[in-house]
T-cell receptor
Framework: DTEVTQTPKHLVMGMTNKKSLKCEQH?????MYWYKQKAKKPPELMFV???????INESVPSRFSPECPNSSLLNLHLHALQPEDSALYLC????????????????FGQGTRLTVV | SQQGEEDPQALSIQEGENATMNCSYK?????LQWYRQNSGRGLVHLIL?????REKHSGRLRVTLDTSKKSSSLLITASRAADTASYFC??????????FGKGTKLTVNP
């Protein structure tokens, strides 16, 4: 199974709503990522989890709150978003680093297209 | 922050022709990777080249890396209409941080 599954595929939310994006992988990968991608732009890194611990936060506003409940799951909790947060949110996973360095080849989900109204 | 800069931003060719895309980056890297993205969907990993490698092949793909010039190129030979997509380089510099360049939008006309 080389799939990263993201749900939902589409989400429309108001600026006062609270919602969550979910990501799941069963490849035994120990690094998981959230990226944000605006139209015609490259993916921008938001967060990296390594061995279920947050290792990188790219100065993302606190209205985005990541959570890694276990090694297979990654959530992104959304609260009080702005219209400019509308984008494609991509989750990815990779083997990550261990005592011996491994590949950082990343496997991506199909993304959640988020619209904030 | 983006590290890689792809060139050209857009490329349109005929089926059967070769397509070459270039990527430049700014800081030292452990490896450089190329990904493909079909319109509005997830990215697919194509090939990874380590900093101590100069060239790598995979099927119709050929990647070169010049660490002295901080640049890489991706060559797709005998292109097909199905190769139409955006192509991104991504650099990894020693942590698990994968940073993407701006991308090249490739159109292969049948």
């Amino acid at each position: 199974d080389t799939e990263v599954t993201q749900t939902p595929k589409h989400l429309v939310m108001g600026m006062t709503n609270k919602k969550s994006l979910k990501c799941e992988q069963h490849m035994g990968h120990r690094a998981m990522y959230w990226y944000k991608q605006k139209a015609k732009k490259p993916p921008e890194l938001m967060f990296v989890y390594s061995y279920e611990k947050l290792s990188i936060n790219e100065s993302v506003p606190s209205r985005f709150s990541p959570e890694c409940p276990n090694s297979s799951l990654l959530n992104l909790h959304l609260h009080a978003l702005q219209p400019e947060d509308s984008a494609l949110y991509l989750c990815a996973s990779s083997q990550g680093y261990a005592r011996r360095r491994r590949s950082t080849e990343a496997f991506f989900g199909q993304g959640t297209r988020l619209t904030v109204v | 922050s983006q590290q890689g800069e792809e060139d050209p931003q857009a490329l349109s060719i005929q089926e059967g022709e070769n397509a070459t895309m270039n990527c430049s980056y700014k800081t030292s890297i452990n490896n450089l990777q190329w990904y493909r993205q079909n319109s509005g969907r997830g990215l697919v990993h194509l090939i990874l080249i380590r900093s101590n490698e100069r060239e790598k092949h995979s099927g119709r793909l050929r990647v070169t890396l010049d660490t002295s010039k901080k640049s890489s190129s991706l060559l797709i030979t005998a292109s097909r209409a199905a190769d139409t997509a955006s192509y991104f380089c991504a650099t990894e510099g020693g942590s698990e941080k994968l940073v993407f360049g701006k991308g090249t939008k490739l159109t292969v006309n049948p």
